[in-house]
């Protein structure tokens, strides 16, 4: 029997306190076994044809010979016999081993430890991992408003203009499509321009003030072009090998229908009205939040998920998820689990900008990725710090970052001071960190940084409260820069995880360096980037030769596929610079000399 111990399994088959005459204890412990998430109550991450890497220390007393089996099968089939390996030592007691999910859903394995003396009581300790599809651990996001998706700057935009888009989001090298709240938006307190509490008439109001006599969540808002238009872009989306991402925002208008006909769904006051929502010093006076606790809780309950069923059926298979840490733990546990005893495939994306320990906790759970504080880690020290953390931490078994340098609710300080430099450094950092990661736009390749407020957030012109035109054909804009870093990322795995992630010394603290390589360190990017997008910076980095599976001695060439210079480098120091007018970053390929 395994103790519930989370770093401690010791076999035992006699009674706690039984007399020393009659105790009989096997001779083999097993410790600190990974991967392993709060003791095995949540699964491990992992992806269907990566190999899940599992250690254990197996030990006994003595000097016994100890050996160490992995066996493994998909959960759900008790049936089903174990696949079984031999785990290989590694010294210091530890034990290694590995084996590969070839379908989506959860997994059980455990290791099995024997000795010499102890062949017939083997101890075994038991974990889990969900593996989910590629896309989870390997994405590149584009968010953009529909309804200012107009190529006629005289009219707002339709689902339809959105689907003319879409080479143009293909060619850039998105793979998800992100589109904020579709479903009809409520009249009552609307939002006006820049967050204003007086709306005029035509102003649009905010797609997160979600319902109106029109309908709720499992409607497309008409004016949008309705539910055939969405069938028509999600069709239109594949033949990009685009996926669309529907956006839950489990909220509603005043006007919503649910509002009516289900009041004891919602928050009231003591008078009897409904509470709106806040966030302190926030104020949403045109939404009303769900009582998740109210006595009819499981009626709110199914019709929530009955809402994200209605898309899966029409072939949504991406969600993010709009402030989950608003709502219960348990509320998120149980509707992803019904999802995926269906649909095990359906990946979902946590916005929740909180505290640390709320967010792993929604990522155990079972959210599939996880924004990040990405946008508000800016020097040396806290982008190293922070990205060791998410590619080498504790939450690595579970917590997968989706990295976004801007979101319509976060134009950070960089891109408001930095201009163009920093919109480019910030793209190649985001996209050359993290294997997820998005963009807001147009509003990013076209450069645009002016905030409601100095020292805000806040777009000037938010696109949550108004309609915007966009000029695709500005010469001024990045999307030629962000189809070469997508089109490097496609092409090269080493881009695609984030667990060989590898941070250089420079000499400079302006200056960050960093790699990432497959597992067989076949495939091998390194990241420059100059931090200060004012004045040009230079200094010699010293490559750790053996992360990237280069001789000491050895010439190799780096090629920058941001513009095409091809340099030759040799041995562990080497020597840059960066013009931030010129060159901001470098995202360098390598190639070794025959």
Known sequence: MASSDSSYHECWDMPRYPAPATLKMSDVVIEDLEPLVNSGRFAAKAVVGDPVKVRAAVFSHGHEAVYAQLRYRQAGTPGKSW??????????????????????????????????????????????????????????????????????????????????????????????????????????????????????????????????????????????????????????????????????????????????????????????????????????????????????????????????????????????????????????????SQVRSNHPEVIFLSEAFTRPHVMHRLAKLGFDQSYTYFTWRNSKAELTGYFEELAHGPGANYLRPNVWPNTPDILAASLREGGRPAFIARLVLAAGLSANYGIYGPLYELGEHEPLAEGSEEYLRSEKYEVRFHDLDDPSSLAGTIARVNATRRAHPALQRDHHLHFHNVDNEQLICWSKTDPELTDVVIGLVNLDWRWPQSGFVTLDLKELGIADTEEFFVHDVLDGATYAWRGARNFVMLDPKQRPAHLLTVERVA
């Open 83 to 336: 696949a079984c390996q031999e785990m290989t030592p590694v010294g210091n007691d530890l034990f290694e081993g590995s084996f590969v999910p070839l379908s989506v859903g959860e997994w059980e394995f455990e290791v099995i430890g024997t000795s010499g003396s102890s062949m017939q009581s083997p101890c075994t300790a038991m974990a889990r991992v969900f593996a989910q599809r590629p896309k989870a651990a390997f994405s590149s996001w584009y968010e953009l408003f529909p309804r200012s998706a107009s190529p006629d700057p005289t009219r707002a935009g339709t689902l339809d203009d959105v689907a003319g888009r879409l080479d143009y989001i293909s060619e850039m090298g998105f793979d998800v499509l992100y589109l904020p709240p579709i479903h009809p938006i409520g009249t009552t307190a609307r939002k006006g321009p820049r967050n204003s509490t007086v709306a005029n008439p035509g102003d649009v109001g905010s797609p997160w003030a979600i319902g109106s006599p029109e309908g709720g969540h499992d409607t497309v808002a008409a004016c949008l072009g309705g539910l055939e238009a969405f069938d028509r872009l999600l069709d239109a989306a594949r033949d990009h090998a685009i996926e669309l991402a529907m956006d839950l925002a489990f909220q509603c208008s005043p006007d919503h229908p649910w509002v009516s006909e289900h009041p004891e769904w919602f928050r009231h006051r003591p008078d009897g009205t409904i509470a709106c929502a806040e966030n302190p010093p926030k104020r949403y006076e045109d939404i009303f939040p769900f009582d998740f606790s109210s006595p009819n809780w499981e009626e709110l309950w199914n019709a929530l998920l009955e809402v994200t069923l209605v898309w899966i059926r029409r072939g949504v298979r991406i969600f993010r998820v709009d402030n989950p840490h608003t709502k219960p733990f348990a509320f998120w546990e149980w509707m992803i």
